[in-house]
Structures are given as C-alpha cells and as structure tokens.
C-alpha cells in the first residue's frame, strides 16, 4: 500500500508528530504483539518464588514465561541474614542488581565492596559475582537480566 510517498507493507505502523520549534514526521514501527496485549502488571505477593542454581530466592516479576516481555526478566531476590548466593557467571546474561532492602557485600571478579538500599550494581556477562548478607534482615534487591534469566545461562564456580 502507498500513502503520502511511503510504502508499507503489512506491518503495524503508527504515525507520530514530534518537535515545537520544527515539527517532524516520525514514522515509528510497533512490534504486533505490542498491540495486542493490554497492561501487564504483576505484584510481588502474587508471584511463586523459586530457588535459582546459586541458591538465593526469587520471585520472577516479569519475564517471557508469565507476561509480554520478550527480552529481559525482573525478578527480586532475597539472601537471608548469614547467607549469601554461590559465586558463579552468566556467559550471556547481563544484570543489574538494585539493592532495595537489607546490608551486603558484593564481590564482581577480585572486586568487593559493601552495598546497601539504594545502590545499583552492573554485572556484565561473563564476570564471576557473589553476594552476601551482612545485615541483621534479608537482603532483599530487584535484578534485571538481558537477555531473560535462564538457569542454563548460570554456571557455578565455587
């Protein structure tokens, strides 16, 4: 189909105007399923928790296996106090950790520092992590993973 000199096939496409001072055109590609499905919200308390391969606690918000997302997960994990998870990598994974409650220590290769609520930490793919809990409560952080959490992406190296 053919419309104000742009060809489109049977894509889904949506047409925004963008700019103040010098308004443009914007031709912006939506994905299918992006139009298909409604808000997807997830609380905490609603979600099964499960123990990952280096033993901390999680309780996945948002991956591929219970919403929309596609490319990442959101999950919180907790560390109770005297714990800590296995020191182990992830070759494709990239996360974030967001410490949201608690005291610890992290350890990303022979780097190690405290980390307590508010701090957000990067671990790339392939770098060996640990962390522990020091605090007198869990520990309690969000992660976020790209691509999704897999247990076949963590290999244990301790």
Request: net charge negative.
């Amino acid at each position: 189909m053919e419309d104000d000199g742009l060809v489109k096939d049977n894509q889904r496409w949506i047409l925004l105007v963008s700019g103040l001072c010098f308004p443009r055109l914007l031709l912006v590609h939506r994905p299918p399923f992006a139009q298909t499905v409604g808000m997807d919200v997830k609380n905490l308390h609603d979600v099964p928790a499960f123990i990952t391969k280096d033993g901390s606690e999680i309780r996945e918000l948002l991956a591929y296996r219970n919403s929309a997302v596609r490319h990442q997960s959101l999950a919180e994990a907790r560390v109770p106090v005297g714990g800590s998870t296995r020191e182990h990598i992830h070759s494709k994974a990239e996360e974030i950790y967001y410490i949201t409650q608690g005291q610890g220590r992290m350890r990303i290769e022979a780097e190690e520092r405290e980390v307590k609520p508010g701090d957000a930490i990067v671990i790339r793919p392939g770098q060996r992590h640990k962390l522990w809990n020091t605090g007198q409560e869990w520990l309690r952080l969000l992660c976020c993973c790209a691509p999704a959490y897999e247990h076949s992406d963590t290999l244990l190296t301790e």
